[in-house]
């Protein structure tokens, strides 16, 4: 579900090193994942996505990986650069009302230090 | 290709004064549209959706509202602005499942 009331967790990364962005969900039916960068002043875009029928999908150097049992999504960012540095979110699909709706977590703050 | 506008980008107006703002998909037709709002440094709060003309959903009470004229314009609007509804107000759409796409957003600061 969403937590918009609580401050963005960071995190810090070396330029060239790989990062790990992780992600709680908590509708164990939520069949659909997506991954979205926002960088500041701009609106969230797409990263990458993942059905639940997968546990791991791989894109240009990102990966995510999902794990139902403990309802657990992360991404992962292989040789991390400064363009890198956002805002990262993760969103679940639950079906509610007759409309299908993202719910979106807290977010992490990416920052690359060069 | 598909395309989603906002505007204005950003808007500064006194506390009391009315709000519009509008959003506008090209390239599809019967997208569900969504308004979010996200705090400075905070994550995305769902404000209304929209599955159809005329069809709106309020996720969380409060002095704004939403209008769907148009099967893809999509307008939050208010009478009397708060201090409390600055913020980045983003628009998206998506077709029914999958993906959904953002629009640029617009910064509202009320003073």
């Known amino acids: 579900g969403e937590s918009v009331g609580l401050h963005l967790p960071t995190l810090s990364v070396q330029e060239g090193d790989n990062s790990i962005i992780n992600c709680a969900y908590s509708?164990?039916?939520?069949?659909?994942f997506i991954w979205y960068k926002q960088e500041s002043g701009k609106g969230p875009q797409f990263i990458i996505d993942?059905?639940?029928?997968?546990d791991k999908r791989q894109g240009q150097r990102v990966t995510v990986l999902l794990n139902k049992t403990v309802k657990h999504l992360s991404l992962q960012i292989a040789a991390t650069q400064p363009g890198d540095s956002a805002v990262y979110f993760c969103?679940?699909?639950?079906?509610?009302?007759?409309?299908?709706?993202?719910?979106f977590g807290t977010g992490t703050r990416l920052t690359v230090i060069p | 290709s598909q395309t989603i506008h906002q505007w204005p980008a950003t808007l500064v107006q006194p506390v009391g004064s009315p709000l519009s703002l509008e959003c506008t998909v090209e390239?599809?037709?019967?997208?569900?549209l969504y308004w979010y709002r996200q705090a400075a440094g905070r994550g995305l709060q769902l404000l209304f959706y929209?599955?159809?003309?005329?069809?709106i959903s309020s996720e969380v009470p409060q002095n704004l509202s939403a209008s769907r004229p148009q099967d893809r314009q999509f307008i939050l609007s208010s009478k009397k602005l708060l201090l409390s509804d600055s913020g980045f107000y983003l628009c998206?759409?998506?077709?029914?499942?999958?993906?959904?796409?953002f629009g640029p957003g617009t910064r509202l600061t009320v003073l």
């Open positions: 929209s599955i159809g003309i005329d069809q």
């Open positions: 509708n164990s039916a939520s069949d659909y």
């Open positions: 969103a679940e699909n639950s079906i509610q009302t007759g409309a299908n709706n993202l719910f």
């Open positions: 998206a759409w998506r077709p029914g499942y999958g993906e959904q796409f």
């Open positions: 390239g599809t037709s019967n997208p569900n």
């Open positions: 993942i059905r639940s029928n997968m």
